[in-house]
Structure formats: C-alpha cells, structure tokens
C-alpha cells in the first residue's frame, strides 16, 4: 500500500466512526500507541494515554500541582526517611478487582525491573512495607522531599492480573513480541480499553465504576494515529475527527479561519536537545575508526557552534520556539547568567581541525519524525549545518515507536548522535540533572536512565544529591545553577529549544490544554 493510499484509508476508516453518539470523541495524534505496558516508554505522549485506563498514587491537576489520587493522603516521618500512604478505600480495577496495598508493592518492584524505562520514578533503595490492606510505608536511606512529584504517571498494576496473565515483567520499548500487557490493560482509571490494535486505533471506554466523577463528558474515546500532517488537519476540518495534536506550525492560521475548529497555543516546558555518545571507544556508525570523537569536549563544542538556531526558529519553527541554553525551561529554572554559545561556523571548523579533524568525519544521527513538532525538519536542518563544517550525517529519521526501540536497546543504548525531547516529571531541576545528565550505569542506581550518550561528570552527581535533600531554597538554587555550569562548560549535550503547544480543537468541544503537553480527555467535554 503507498503511504498517499495508507493515509486515504485512514481518513476513511474515520468517516465510518461519524454515525457515533455525540458523546463520542474521536482523536489522532501524529504518533502511535505501541504499548499499554504503562512502563515500556517514559514519554509524555504515551504517558498521557495510558493516563486514562491507568493512576498513580498521585495525579496533577489542570496547574500541574500534584494531589491526591489513589492515594488519598501522605504523612513524613520528622527524619524525612518514611513517608505513609494512606490508599483509597473502595477502588477497584477494571476487572472488578479490589485495588490494595499488594497492587502498590508490585507495581514498585515491578516498575524498577529491568525492562522498565521508569526506574527512575523510585530510589532503588526504598523499601515499600505493607502495613494494612490500605496503608504503605516507603522507607527511604536519605530524605528525598520531592518523592511523590512524578507518581502521577507512575501507574499502579494490578498483582493478581499481571501474574495470571504472565505479565510479572515489564515489557521492554525493544520488545519483538508483544506481552500480554502491551496489547492490554487493566487498571483503576476513569476509562477502560475495549479494543487496541497497535499502530491502527485504541477505543477507550468509560469506566462506569471510577471512584470519581470526571469533569468531563466523554463516553467514548476513538484513537487514531494519523502520520501525515496534511490528513490529520483535513481530518479536523472535515469534522471527522475532534481534536489534533500536533496542528503543523504551517495550519495554525487556516485551522484558525476555518469556522469549525481552533488551535489552542501556549508554551510547553519540554526541552528539545541533541546528545552525543560519549562512553564508547568507538562510535557505532561513524568513519572515525579507532576513537570517539565525541569524548573531546572541542568536538562537542563544534557542532554547537555550528548550529544556527535562530534559522531554525524562524524557518523550520515559524517563531513557534524559544531557544535554550540550558536543558530546562526557564518556568521551571531561571536562565539568568546563562546564554548559548554564539553560532559561528568559523569557530566550529578551528575547533574541529584543533580536535584532529580538519576534514571532519562521517556519523549516523538518529530522529523520530512523529514525536515533537517538526522534529525531522529540524534534523535535517541540522544535517544541512554540519556540512558546513565538514561533517557529513547520514540521517535516521523514522516513527518514534522503531526510534525508541533502537536508542533504548537493553544492554547499552544504540545511538551516536540524537535528537530527544524532555519534560521534567518532577517539574524540578533535580529530575534533569539525576536522569539525563546524571552518570548512567551506575551499580545498583537508577541515575541516567534517559541519558543515553552517557554524559558523566561525577561533581555533578555529588551536587545533584545534595540538591534533592536541601530545603533551603537560595542554596538548592545556587547549587543547581553550579551543577548547570559544570554541564553547560563542557557541552554536555545541545538544548536547543522548548517547543510550542499546539492543538486543533473542534468548537464543539472544550479541553483545558496542561503546560507539559498531555492531551487528557477526561478535561473534554462535547456538545450534542
């Protein structure tokens, strides 16, 4: 089938769905959901998905503020080393199964398990004690006062359903074969999965049995991942679909003038960043044999300098971006006393030929085009640049479910050069500096599960365990902006910008639109 016929089809496929009830919300995204393994994939996309069958102990409200969800309350011990969760009574899985204290000590062992890209979202060392059916102790070896601010989308498993249906383990982003609970999902959530064919559409139902009155009106969620940019707004306009994410930055004005729908705009917190393999001897796909060029920090520097990022706010953007000199918003952490370094291609080449490479060299460079806006324009943009320093990429841009199987392959990841996109789970500096600037491979630590070039700077680290225990907020700030220069002086990796929100919306339906991009549908409401 041609990829102009496969995106016919899906437009079709669509057009059958528009004899359904009112209270029907048909969604597309450019990117697919692979898994419902809620550990498979750390991605705020995926994440936000699985938000809906799924639920933590904590959830985020509409300010990104974190309260109460399965767990209705906390309490800290004075020493901060144990914290008490008190569970909601009366919950149950979509299975019709009791939600207790069992499920919540799974899930935890279950989440930092090889295979999870979550084991970061628990310090390996806490101890999760079962003290009743409805109360759980977490008994931490240091204090960590930001513990609970990313279980929002650390979400509770069922025990019994999982060891029923062989699904003890968690399912690996580079799994060949689907598991059990990749294809399906059994959680507390305000919506059920009644059907889910990867790559193809997922049907969430309402739960009639969540604990909890949602906000919106939704029966019926219709999931379609739509590829092409052009079908997936034509889908919108046409009325075949209720709401889009991303609108390309090109149709937000047409979307805008069309009549029947909008695109709701505003700044996200997610960072896009290029990083470099920093740990091996050689790189994977590279003409430099023998050695690897991005150990020296004057190579690294190259190709930030080489980068124009105001050509590729302007151009690929449309000044839909803000470029960035650290690898975090500055709503989350002040930028103040830190700048870019100045793109000078001049400079670039000098640093290169210092660096033993007046030619340059070959390298493979990998990019998912289906998951951030405009993110395989922005590679190739990228390519284009760093040819003008000699150095030639042979580009690997592919969907995002193949990108992710590839970079975040089990026992080492597999990538040279990359482009990758982060939004803090804590909404905290200390989320950033523990999981992709933090040393990877660490015995016995979850530090650097998402630093994928392996950028190691073992001050930093020093630093980025005093910052999690520090409440003094002027001298955690202070240390942060230390652990910042240390990484942002040796270029760690190259932040290029936070990208803007942007989601053709149906006038028919209301949706409050998060700051951190998740599309979640229990906010919807439609009208008849």
Excluded at 61 to 84: F, H, N, Q, V
Excluded at 95 to 113: E, N, Q, W, Y
Excluded at 129 to 135: G, S
Excluded at 283 to 298: C, H, I, M, Q, Y
């Amino acid at each position: 089938m041609s990829f102009k016929t496969h995106c016919l089809a899906a437009v079709a496929a669509l057009a059958l769905c528009g004899a359904v009830q009112a209270q029907t919300l048909r969604y597309a995204n450019q990117g697919e959901l692979k898994s419902l393994d809620p550990y498979t994939v750390n991605e705020t996309t995926t994440n936000a998905h699985l938000g809906h069958p799924y639920e933590g102990l904590t959830a985020r409200g509409k300010d990104l503020k974190i309260e109460p969800a399965l767990a209705e309350k906390w309490e800290i011990s004075a020493d901060g080393l144990k914290w008490r969760f008190f569970l909601r009574k009366g919950v149950k899985f979509h299975d019709g199964s009791d939600f207790t204290a069992d499920d919540v000590i799974f899930s935890a062992d279950r989440v930092r398990a090889q295979g999870s890209n979550f084991t970061t979202r628990i310090p390996t060392s806490a101890k999760f004690v079962k003290v009743d059916d409805h109360t759980v102790d977490v008994i931490l070896t240091a204090p960590n006062p930001i513990l609970n601010a990313q279980w929002d989308t650390w979400y509770i498993m069922s025990k019994k359903w999982a060891e029923a249906n062989n699904a003890v383990a968690p399912t690996p982003a580079a799994a060949t074969t689907p598991s059990h609970a990749s294809l399906n999902a059994n959680g507390t959530g305000p919506y059920r999965i009644e059907s889910h064919q990867p790559g193809v559409k997922t049907v969430f139902k309402l739960n009639e049995n969540y604990w909890k009155k949602i906000e919106g009106n939704i029966k019926e969620i219709i999931f379609t991942p739509i590829s092409s940019d052009a079908t997936r707004v034509a889908a919108l306009l046409s009325g075949e679909v209720d709401v889009i994410e991303p609108v390309p930055i090109q149709d937000i004005q047409r979307v805008n003038a069309s009549g029947n729908a909008q695109v709701l705009t505003g700044p996200e917190l997610r960072t896009i960043f290029l990083g470099f393999d920093q740990t091996r001897d050689e790189l994977l796909e590279s003409s430099v044999k023998g050695k690897n060029p991005f150990k020296d920090p004057k190579v690294r520097q190259a190709f930030y300098q080489a980068i124009d990022i105001e050509t590729i706010k302007s151009r690929v953007m449309r000044g839909l971006s803000t470029p960035s000199p650290l690898m975090i918003a500055p709503e989350l952490y002040p930028h103040a006393g830190f700048t870019r370094a100045k793109f000078d291609t001049e400079a670039a080449k000098k640093l290169l030929a210092e660096a033993g490479y007046p030619q340059g060299f070959e390298l493979g460079m990998d990019c998912p085009n289906d998951r951030y806006v405009n993110d395989g324009q922005i590679c190739q943009a990228v390519v284009g640049m760093l040819a003008r320093i000699g150095v030639k990429v042979n580009l690997n841009a592919q969907p995002k479910a193949q990108y992710f199987a590839k970079v975040l392959k089990p026992g080492g990841y597999k990538t040279s050069f990359y482009l990758l996109g982060w939004t803090p789970g804590t909404f905290d500096s200390h989320n950033v500096l523990y999981d992709i600037l933090g040393c990877r491979d660490v015995a016995g630590s979850s530090r650097g599960e998402s630093n994928l070039g392996n950028y190691c700077n073992k001050k930093v680290d020093e630093l980025t365990d005093k910052i999690l225990v520090e409440s003094d907020t002027a001298k955690r700030n202070a240390m942060i902006g230390e652990a910042y220069k240390m990484t942002v002086d040796e270029f760690s990796y190259i932040p290029l910008h936070q990208q803007a929100l942007a989601w053709g919306v149906s006038k028919k339906v209301k949706l409050a639109q998060r700051a951190d991009n998740s599309v979640l549908l229990y906010y919807a409401t439609k009208e008849q």
